[in-house]
Structure formats: C-alpha cells, structure tokens
C-alpha cells in the first residue's frame, strides 16, 4: 500500500515536471533556432550542398574529432579485450567451410564495394553520407574476405598506419587554420568553389577523406580482432 | 580462358572499376571523370588479385555484347517466373512439389559458374543452395523433372546457353 502511494507520488512528481517544462514554450511555434540558422546560412557560409555535412564537419568540426577518437577508443578496448581473453580462450574449431558463392562471390565484389565506400566519403559534402558510412562500407568488404577465406589477415601495421595517417591530416588542417590570423581550429580556410562541383566546400573533402580512411582502418581492425579470436587464434596455443 | 598475367588483371579491374564508377556517379562532368580515374587506379591496386583470374580476356566484343543482350533476357525470364509462383500462391489447390534436384553445367570459370548459381537464385521459385565442382543442388518449387538431365534443361540451359559466351 505504501509502495503505491509512494509510486502516485514520484508519478505525479515527473508529470508535473513535464507540465511546467513544456507550459514554458508557446504550441506551434518554431523553437528549432539553431537548425533555422543552418538552414539558411550552411550553405552560402561552407559551400556543401550536403546541410548534414556542412554542421557535423564545419560547424561542429571539433566535435567530430572528439567523434573520431572515440571510435578509436572503442577499437582500442575491442583490442584489450581480445586480448586478455587469448589467455584463457575455449578452442573453437567447428566452422563449416564457406559455400561457393560465398567464396566466388566475396572476391568479385571486394572492389566494387571498396568502390561504392571511397565513392561515398568522397562525395560527402554532396550526397548523402560521408567519412563513417564510407568507411563502414570499405570495412564490410573486409569482413567478407574474413568470412570467406578463413585464413585472411589485414596486416594491422598497414592498418595502423592508415589510420595514424588520417588523424594527423584531421588535426593538422584544424591547427593550419588556427594559425591563420582571425580564425578558428578547423577554420573552413580554402576557396569554397562553386556549388555541387566535386571540388568544392573548401577543406570538408579533404577531412572527411581522412575520415573515411580512419574509420575504415577502425572497423577493419576490430574485425581481424573479432574474426581472429574465432579463426586465427583457433590453432596456435 | 586461359589465366592472367598482374599487369592484365589490373588493367581490367581498372576498367571495370571506371565504369562503375561513371554509372554510379551518373555524370561525365570532367571533375568527376579525374576523380574516378584516380579512385580507380588506388582502389585496384589493392584488389585487382581479387576481381577475376582471366583479367582483359573477359572484355572481347562478343563477351560484352552477350552480357548487355543477358540482362534484358535474365529481366523477362524473372518476370515469366514472377507469375508462375504467384499463380501457386494464388491457387486454391497449392499446385507445389518442392524438391531438390541436381543441375549439371558445362561453365568452366568459377565466375561463369557463380553468374548461374545467382542467376537461379534470384529467379522466383529456384535457390542454389551449394555447387560442388559441375553440380548445382537447386531447391525446385515444383519438381518438373526429378533427373539430372531433365532438371538441367528445365532450370539451367536457358540461362547457360548465354552465360557460356560471356563467362566460357
């Protein structure tokens, strides 16, 4: 009985909160300033045609560099993890050989969709899309070497130094524009080129390029590191 | 076909990998022609030992125009398809006698053998379901034809006869 009275009470409680909260803002009314603001300026001020680009690379830039390094961390702990669990890993042997369409079919498609990700991250700032997708894209067609031939394995220096590469070009071009009097980190510093060229919206091409390459080494790394506890690792003890 | 040599096979990924990126980019804007020429070129180095084991042999006049001649073909033989299973769908007697059968081919490339196998999958009513060497195991809506022979001409000949001049 108390525990219902004390449940209506912590009811009523949040949906008075609620009440308050939203009696504070008029019904109907446009509250999306910020987004206006984008709207209607994203693309005179960045030159990508792509309004989601233009916020998550140009006006959120650094929070897209925080982005990226968290997707680091996570593949670092991906990394630990398998790691640890080497030691004292359960042997696992009963993988059924890939089908043949499975194995033909993975390496016909392997460059195309090596294709369709750069072709992705490259157009970011026009369609659709960017670095992350692109970079997940490439990954994907890694993951279905491993899936089909057992015995694949990325070499994790390459990996490494891809992805070392594409940070450095991400926080380098941030600390150019620093550097540039009256401007910001990642400050948006070359030519904004016409609307809908391939070159165009200034540095944005360039940084989700570099994206894309991290991101795919990301992925690519933390699917040797989830195959190879099942695959690789399976023989060696 | 006989196998390629590296220089070959990368000269053919190239090219496959440039028109597909012109149909996917769907423009001739010279920007995006340079763009994709280079993207090709990185993009095959370090694929183009995937791709194919019979590199430019692949691209004769002939093997292209019978792969642009299959695609209309391989269009209508799914639409015939189409009504056939949703005709057994449709009917109150649930006219079906699933099975499987054995398909026999005489496609020697591995891709020649794949461009089948797809091909019966994506037809309604058949699935590949495995290919061991020149036998398909195909899993039949209605069972035609139980035997080899019959089930080959039934499911495999009418896509075979053009697979076997664009694949070999």
């Not at chain 1, 909260?21 to 019904?27: G, L, Q, R, S």
């Amino acid at each position: 009985m108390i525990r219902k009275i004390v449940y209506s009470i912590f009811l009523a409680t949040i949906v008075l909160a609620l009440v308050m909260f939203f009696a504070a803002y008029p019904f109907g009314k446009n509250k999306m300033t910020v987004g206006e603001y984008y709207l209607n300026n994203g693309v005179a001020q960045t030159g990508a045609s792509n309004i989601v680009t233009s916020v998550v690379v140009d006006y959120r830039g650094f929070d897209t560099l925080g982005e990226v390094s968290v997707l680091f961390g996570a593949a670092a702990g991906v990394a630990i993890l398998f790691f640890v669990l080497a030691e004292n890993r359960r042997e696992r042997k009963n993988i059924t050989s890939p089908n043949f369409v499975v194995k033909v079919g993975s390496r016909i498609i392997f460059p195309f969709i090596l294709l369709f990700g750069t072709y992705i991250f490259i157009h970011g700032h026009l369609t659709p899309g960017g670095g992350f997708q692109g970079g997940s894209i490439i990954a994907s067609g890694f993951l279905l070497l491993y899936l089909a031939y057992p015995g694949t394995r990325v070499s994790r220096k390459k990996l490494s130094a891809v992805e070392g590469l594409a940070g450095l070009t991400f926080v380098l071009l941030g600390l150019y524009g620093l550097m540039l009097p009256e401007s910001s980190f990642l400050f948006n510093f070359l030519p904004k080129g016409q609307l809908n060229a391939l070159l165009s919206a200034g540095i944005l091409p360039i940084i989700y390029i570099a994206i894309g390459f991290k991101v795919a080494a990301e992925f690519a790394g933390i699917v040797d590191d989830m195959m190879c506890e099942v695959i690789c690792r399976g023989g060696e003890k | 076909m006989e196998k390629a040599g590296k220089l070959n096979k990368y000269i053919f990924t190239v090219v496959v990998l440039y028109v597909s990126w012109i149909l996917l980019t769907a423009t001739t804007r010279a920007d995006e022609l340079i763009v994709g020429l280079i993207v090709s070129l990185l993009v095959a180095i370090g694929s183009f030992d995937y791709l194919s084991e019979h590199g430019l042999s692949h691209l004769t006049p002939k093997r292209v125009l019978y792969l642009i001649i299959y695609a209309p073909y391989y269009l209508w033989q799914v639409i015939l398809a189409n009504f056939d299973v949703a005709y057994r769908v449709l009917a109150p007697s649930m006219p079906i006698k699933p099975g499987i059968v054995k398909v026999k081919t005489n496609l020697k490339t591995d891709s020649g053998k794949l461009a089948l196998a797809n091909s019966i999958t994506m037809t309604p009513g058949t699935l590949t379901m495995d290919v061991k060497d020149d036998t398909l195991l195909v899993h039949w809506i209605y069972v035609k034809d139980e035997t080899v022979e019959g089930a080959t001409k039934e499911i495999g000949t009418p896509f075979e006869k053009y697979l076997k001049e664009i694949f070999g």
